[in-house]
């Protein structure tokens, strides 16, 4: 089962960076193989909704992490393997394509696909692989493709670069015309062992921590230490939200750190459902059917639409998305930040409301509105935080760290005036 979520989120999230920047993926990304960057980029378009698929993948990824094992296929190997796979082999009735590939490189792929094939059996019996109960499946369907009879001969190959020409050709054969589609499904198994490889390293080297999948619709979020990966010197938050408060309004000035806390939080809920380590202490979470962020909302100039009408598009979608039944992670960043004050007042709050009822749902609402925030309190499933922001003197201070209760911070002309902008505007002063 897979997890629903679309581009917005996947954008807010930066998973995959913008304008050539690095995202989440190139976090996690040290793998060895072009065919596992491509596997772990499926995985980070198509989140697992399971908890037994999430749970399982975890504990793969964390016996990897303990036995910090490198990956057990030489680059040139694969390489080469991949190379000879790509071309088609013999013409047959069904082809009207020729090997491209002249004698010395059908020689090498014929050997590379030797060395595959042995040091896929090395690599499955070996006993810390033996060990992982999760990944048996796996093991089980690597052992089954070299098992088979048609590769017997090549498991029994010593030596290197000593076959006879008889013996390439029947080799050649072998591999690109009759048992092929075998091969190709022993690659997938090396590119999937390579990505747990890779994330296992970045668990390491980057300490981060594996959650555990709780059952859907409990509505259970325990974030203890949580931050957001690419930051150098992150300042860590906890957050618990259970049943009886599925509903977080979140308060704070300008530059407090809403968003950041809020990306921080999202991305830990998006990556655990992968199955990945994510950069917290410790992490429990009931499992969601999906997930929706709303942080970077840009206008629709396709449509004609305001900022304030795309909102609502979205929150439109989201009530629809509801109304299937779907267990959701919501979070709006400013809701109704596009439209004047007293409309967003009143429809932060009738909206917050008509989420607090899907009790099944996880929802994160973040909002410069403090009177809305006080009129939810009349709620008892909703719990309120803020970022606060402490003075010094004339200059603010952030202290990016959650406290619970709702702030009435409001810094704004204190840092437009420290920024000199008025004086600029009335005497042409350039204020350093």
Do not use: W
């Amino acid at each position: 089962m897979v997890l629903h979520t679309d581009e917005q989120t996947i954008d807010d999230l930066g998973i995959f960076g913008q304008r050539n920047g690095s995202g989440i993926y190139d976090l996690y990304n040290r793998t060895h193989t072009r065919g596992g960057e491509a596997v772990l980029k499926e995985l980070f378009l198509h989140p697992l909704s399971d908890k037994a698929a999430i749970n399982r993948r975890s504990s793969i990824i964390e016996y990897f992490a303990h036995l910090k094992m490198a990956f057990p296929f030489p680059a040139d190997v694969i390489d080469m393997t991949e190379k000879y796979l790509r071309d088609p082999g013999e013409r047959t009735k069904h082809s009207r394509h020729q090997s491209t590939l002249g004698e010395k490189e059908i020689q090498h792929g014929v050997l590379a696909v030797i060395a595959l094939i042995q040091h896929s059996r090395e690599f499955i019996e070996t006993k810390a692989v033996k060990g992982i109960a999760a990944y048996a499946q796996e093991r089980e369907a690597i052992s089954l493709l070299i098992a088979d009879p048609a590769f017997e001969p090549a498991l029994r190959e010593k030596g290197k670069g000593k076959l006879s020409y008889s013996a390439i050709a029947a080799y050649d054969t072998l591999f690109r015309v009759r048992e092929r589609p075998k091969l190709e499904q022993l690659l997938g198994q090396i590119y999937y062992l390579d990505v747990y490889l890779s994330v296992a390293k970045v668990a390491v080297d980057m300490k981060l921590i594996f959650p555990k999948a709780l059952e859907k619709e409990g509505c259970v979020l325990q974030l203890e230490g949580v931050y957001h990966p690419e930051l150098k010197n992150p300042v860590s938050n906890t957050l618990l939200m259970a049943p009886g408060q599925h509903v977080i309004f979140l308060t704070g000035a300008n530059m407090a750190g809403k968003s950041t806390f809020l990306r921080s939080v999202s991305t830990a809920v998006y990556v655990a459902h992968m199955g990945f380590p994510v950069a917290a202490t410790s992490m429990e979470f009931s499992v969601m059917d999906g997930i929706y962020t709303t942080i970077n909302l840009p206008d629709n100039l396709g449509i004609g639409a305001s900022h304030f009408y795309a909102e609502v598009l979205r929150v439109k979608k989201v009530a629809a998305e509801l109304n299937r039944g779907l267990s959701l992670f919501i979070l709006f960043d400013e809701l109704f930040r596009g439209t004047n004050v007293k409309d967003a007042h009143e429809a932060t709050v009738a909206i917050t409301n008509a989420f607090a009822g899907k009790k099944t749902s996880i929802f994160i609402i973040s909002s410069h509105i403090v009177e809305a925030g006080v009129q939810l309190q009349q709620r008892g499933n909703i719990g309120f935080y803020y970022l606060p922001t402490r003075m010094n003197g004339h200059q603010p201070e952030y202290t990016y760290t959650l406290k619970q209760g709702i702030t009435d911070d409001r810094h704004g002309m204190i840092i437009i005036r420290n920024e000199g902008i008025l004086d600029i505007l009335k005497n042409g002063q350039k204020i350093s």
